[in-house]
């Protein structure tokens, strides 16, 4: 039997036979793995991507088959599990120490494209407290955006809200981030912004 050509295929056929289900982890796991080291630390991302499977594969029945791509689905999982997580007493600061100690080794995109300065002067640790102190649901478009670079249509599907509340969102995070730079005495960039992929532009 030939395996199966997308997502959607590996969905259907799961609900008579679950084992059809493993390609979805196999195409999957590893960049899933990756976006949740970096919101939660490798201490807590394994148990976290487990628990993403297995909420996906319960509500298996439920995934809408017209969609090839499993992926911007399972970031949706994958976002409100690191936004339980966070609600968590104490998780907040350690959200800010590693947002902050991720300047040595690669700074986020969305501050390379939209205040690229910030990446290199003081005020990063700033940007890392604002970044961390963001209403929950502006953070995870940014770094949906940013670290995972989705387009505006996958993040839209992913966290099930209109293409307008993501760009929305974006420029409430890019104007915050523009006015640090602009209180450390830098001048904000008000022109660069990614036209990536499936943005809907």
């Known amino acids: 039997m030939e395996p199966p050509s997308d997502d959607a295929e590996s969905v259907g056929l799961s609900l008579v036979d679950p084992s059809a289900f493993a390609p979805i982890y196999d195409r999957h796991a590893a960049v899933l793995l990756g976006y949740l080291v970096r919101r939660v630390g490798f201490a807590d991302a394994e148990s976290l991507l487990g ?17 090839p791509d499993a992926r911007p689905w399972l970031y949706g999982i994958a976002a409100n599990l690191v936004m339980k997580h966070f609600r968590a007493a104490g998780r907040r ?9 991720r300047r040595e080794c690669r700074p986020l995109a969305l501050e390379d494209q939209v205040v690229d300065s ?13 970044v961390a102190g963001l209403p929950e649901r502006d953070r995870e478009v940014m770094f949906l955006y940013a670290w995972q670079e989705m387009s505006y249509v996958d993040i839209s599907q992913a966290l099930g809200i209109p293409i307008g509340t993501v760009r929305s969102r974006l420029n409430r995070v890019r104007t915050t981030l523009r006015e640090l730079v602009a209180d450390d005495g830098e001048e904000p960039d008000t022109t660069t912004q990614r036209t990536g992929k499936g943005d809907n532009r």
Not at 93 to 101: F, P
Not at 120 to 126: G, Q
């Open 93 to 101: 600061d350690r959200a800010i120490e590693r947002l902050g100690a």
């Open 51 to 67: 628990e993403l499977f297995r909420i996906a594969f319960e509500s298996r029945d439920r995934y809408d088959r017209s969609r």
């Open 118 to 130: 910030a990446a290199t002067s003081l005020v990063w640790s700033r940007v890392a407290e604002a």
